[in-house]
């Protein structure tokens, strides 16, 4: 029986998925926030990865968080159903999220595999959930304003989740921030359970067609060879040549592991016909330059981390530092050199008053980059937290969306909104003007090894990716949808979540080989000369983008 909805209102489960959708991103992106940072960080009891082993993990970890939604999309659609698989992604994740509070590298390891395979099981499925429910001829002219309505609820939990991860790493450690996610997962699982009644009606499994591919046929073309090419690619070029191709036998791995999942998708490229080739043509190359993008987006969580963390003055004013007081602890740093217990490259030996050798650590490693006459001496200096800056993009995204929603819908009434195709293009070349801002950053300083940038230029890089963020980020799945043969839909959407997963990746990589950039102004000058290539590719496609785009839809 449907749940009876006035005519013009929301259904009530919009605002249950809302809440659920909220805290389980709240989880996501508090974890991903500071995972680099526990990693890399050696002085308050992370990790003490070096910083390319660190980019490494987090690289392949958010590579491999896309890829599983694949997977997670056909078995709930074919065998479980959503809420079910929701519930069990949701309870793998919060197991993750919880373990990683725990000692050792093998519970990080494997925490970081249940979130991997929790999120297959979530991600799709709740945002499927709402499109079913939205499906009902009454509710249809409310769908895109839903689908509005629920993007808010993922930044609101983006937004607030790094000021919760900064206290309590701050005042209790990391354990007690990762533990944090997993609890703020658990309320949203809580509030899913409380009104399941709401979304029921959502809970439909896709009856098997004679043109669905089945799973088994999936694993043996798809998942199966891209086992075996992985493991060539983590054992075979280091015995071969001695070394690695991408810079260590993860990469390596990765990059085989695509090779048959692309080669696939260009196969079933190369067996259409008619319509079925052109949309799938279309889809295909959106992909590859999609990649372009993703890698600018997964910045976030990699390059741009590293970046606040070493390249940005932190120093919290004493307004800020008079204001938070002990509701709010801030990271405290001082130049006075530490007693430690292990060599690294900041050690040098002396000796106490009873002659003994002693290691000493030179001051935090904030101050690598400050002017020795700027130091404090000694005296303790509060700093805004690194996963701060990560807030700034979720809160452009609630703000912008404000302003572009109702400008396309003027533009569109108007019959002068930028078609689909055209969004991508733009997409393209405002994301590489926001890596352009980073070039601009590091001219404002004499060098940046040893002076720190103000933070308006992270602000001003965010504010700009954001721009293209919303131009880009809701039409994706959407044109999917649209241009993809109704019996390849789920293989299709899996390219898109492929390209994702390429570009985190690739972003991880690239901050892998972050201290090979002398001149970091190399580093950002690729992702902005890869993102205007990547527009222009995507324009000079325009016109037979555009006209696929009509011929399958109606409209471009």
């Given at each position: 029986?449907?749940?009876?909805v006035?005519?013009?209102?929301?259904?009530?489960?919009?605002y249950?998925l809302?809440?659920?959708?909220?805290?389980?991103r709240?989880?996501?992106?508090?974890?991903?926030?500071i995972?680099?940072?526990?990693?890399?960080?050696?002085t308050?009891?992370g990790k003490?990865?070096?910083?390319s082993?660190?980019?490494?993990?987090v690289?392949?970890f958010?590579?491999?968080v896309?890829?599983?939604?694949?997977?997670?999309?056909?078995?709930?659609?074919?065998y479980?159903?959503?809420?079910?698989?929701?519930?069990?992604?949701?309870?793998?994740?919060a197991?993750?999220?919880?373990?990683?509070?725990?000692?050792?590298?093998?519970a990080?390891?494997?925490s970081?595999?249940?979130?991997?395979?929790g999120?297959?099981?979530?991600?799709?499925?709740?945002?499927?959930l709402l499109g079913?429910?939205y499906?009902?001829?009454?509710?249809k002219?409310?769908?895109d304003?839903?689908?509005n309505?629920?993007?808010?609820?993922i930044?609101?939990?983006?937004?607030?989740?790094?000021?919760?991860?900064?206290?309590?790493?701050?005042?209790y450690?990391?354990?007690?921030?990762?533990?944090?996610a997993?609890?703020?997962?658990l309320?949203g699982?809580?509030?899913?359970?409380?009104?399941?009644k709401?979304v029921k009606?959502?809970d439909?499994?896709k009856?098997?067609?004679a043109?669905d591919?089945p799973l088994?046929?999936?694993?043996s073309?798809v998942?199966?060879?891209?086992?075996?090419?992985?493991?060539?690619g983590?054992?075979?070029?280091?015995?071969?040549?001695g070394?690695t191709?991408?810079?260590?036998?993860a990469?390596?791995?990765?990059i085989?592991?695509?090779?048959?999942?692309?080669?696939?998708?260009?196969?079933?490229?190369?067996?259409?016909?008619?319509?079925?080739?052109?949309g799938?043509?279309?889809?295909?190359?959106?992909?590859?330059?999609?990649?372009?993008?993703?890698?600018?987006?997964?910045?976030?969580s990699t390059?741009?981390?590293?970046?606040a963390?070493?390249?940005?003055?932190?120093?919290?004013?004493?307004?800020t530092?008079?204001?938070?007081?002990?509701i709010?602890?801030?990271?405290e740093?001082?130049?006075?050199?530490?007693?430690?217990?292990?060599?690294n490259?900041?050690l040098?030996?002396v000796?106490?008053?009873?002659?003994?050798?002693?290691?000493?650590?030179?001051?935090?490693?904030y101050?690598n980059?400050?002017?020795?006459?700027?130091?404090p001496?000694g005296?303790?200096?509060?700093?805004?937290n690194?996963e701060?800056?990560q807030?700034?993009?979720?809160?452009?995204?609630?703000?912008?969306t404000?302003?572009?929603?109702?400008?396309?819908?003027?533009?569109?009434?108007?019959?002068?909104?930028?078609?689909?195709?055209s969004?991508?293009?733009?997409?393209?070349?405002?994301?590489?003007?926001?890596a352009?801002v980073?070039?601009?950053?590091?001219?404002?300083v004499?060098s940046?090894?040893?002076?720190?940038?103000?933070?308006?230029?992270?602000?001003?890089?965010?504010f700009v990716?954001?721009?293209s963020?919303i131009?880009?980020?809701?039409?994706?799945?959407?044109?999917v949808?649209?241009?993809?043969?109704?019996r390849?839909?789920?293989?299709?959407m899996?390219?898109?979540f492929?390209?994702?997963?390429i570009?985190?990746k690739v972003?991880g990589?690239?901050t892998?080989?972050?201290d090979?950039?002398t001149?970091?102004?190399?580093?950002?000058?690729?992702?902005?000369?890869?993102?205007?290539?990547?527009?222009?590719?995507?324009?000079?496609?325009?016109?037979?983008?555009?006209?696929?785009?009509?011929?399958?839809?109606?409209?471009?």
């Amino acid at each position: 029986m449907q749940e009876p909805v006035k005519a013009g209102k929301h259904p009530k489960a919009l605002y249950v998925l809302f809440l659920t959708e909220m805290w389980e991103r709240f989880a996501y992106y508090l974890m991903v926030g500071i995972l680099l940072l526990y990693m890399i960080d050696s002085t308050t009891g992370g990790k003490g990865f070096s910083q390319s082993v660190g980019a490494d993990i987090v690289g392949s970890f958010i590579a491999l968080v896309y890829l599983t939604p694949f997977i997670g999309g056909l078995i709930a659609d074919r065998y479980l159903g959503y809420t079910k698989s929701i519930f069990i992604g949701g309870f793998l994740m919060a197991a993750g999220y919880l373990g990683l509070a725990l000692p050792g590298n093998t519970a990080m390891f494997i925490s970081l595999a249940l979130i991997i395979v929790g999120n297959g099981f979530f991600k799709p499925n709740i945002s499927a959930l709402l499109g079913n429910i939205y499906n009902r001829e009454d509710l249809k002219p409310l769908k895109d304003n839903a689908y509005n309505i629920f993007y808010m609820g993922i930044n609101i939990g983006a937004f607030v989740c790094n000021f919760v991860a900064a206290y309590l790493r701050n005042a209790y450690g990391w354990g007690y921030a990762f533990a944090a996610a997993g609890v703020g997962l658990l309320i949203g699982l809580v509030v899913l359970a409380m009104n399941l009644k709401h979304v029921k009606m959502g809970d439909v499994k896709k009856s098997a067609q004679a043109e669905d591919m089945p799973l088994s046929k999936i694993f043996s073309y798809v998942f199966l060879p891209a086992i075996i090419a992985a493991l060539i690619g983590w054992f075979v070029p280091n015995q071969l040549f001695g070394s690695t191709i991408m810079g260590t036998p993860a990469n390596d791995a990765f990059i085989f592991a695509c090779l048959p999942i692309i080669a696939f998708y260009i196969s079933l490229w190369v067996k259409a016909t008619g319509q079925d080739k052109r949309g799938i043509g279309a889809l295909l190359f959106i992909f590859a330059i999609s990649i372009i993008f993703w890698t600018i987006y997964n910045q976030n969580s990699t390059g741009l981390t590293i970046w606040a963390e070493k390249h940005t003055d932190r120093v919290a004013s004493e307004t800020t530092a008079r204001l938070t007081g002990s509701i709010f602890p801030l990271q405290e740093v001082t130049d006075t050199p530490r007693l430690v217990n292990k060599v690294n490259e900041y050690l040098v030996n002396v000796k106490d008053d009873s002659g003994k050798v002693v290691q000493v650590m030179g001051p935090d490693p904030y101050f690598n980059n400050v002017p020795k006459e700027e130091w404090p001496n000694g005296k303790q200096v509060k700093l805004v937290n690194t996963e701060l800056f990560q807030s700034i993009n979720p809160l452009f995204i609630v703000l912008l969306t404000l302003v572009f929603v109702p400008l396309f819908d003027y533009l569109r009434k108007r019959g002068k909104e930028p078609t689909t195709a055209s969004k991508f293009g733009m997409a393209l070349f405002i994301s590489g003007l926001s890596a352009l801002v980073m070039v601009f950053a590091i001219m404002s300083v004499p060098s940046i090894y040893g002076y720190k940038t103000a933070p308006a230029w992270l602000w001003g890089t965010y504010f700009v990716f954001t721009v293209s963020e919303i131009f880009l980020s809701p039409i994706g799945l959407s044109l999917v949808s649209k241009l993809a043969p109704a019996r390849l839909t789920a293989l299709l959407m899996g390219g898109w979540f492929l390209s994702t997963s390429i570009g985190g990746k690739v972003a991880g990589v690239m901050t892998g080989f972050w201290d090979d950039f002398t001149d970091k102004k190399i580093f950002f000058l690729i992702l902005t000369v890869a993102a205007f290539i990547g527009g222009i590719l995507i324009y000079s496609r325009i016109k037979s983008l555009n006209a696929i785009v009509k011929d399958k839809t109606g409209s471009a």
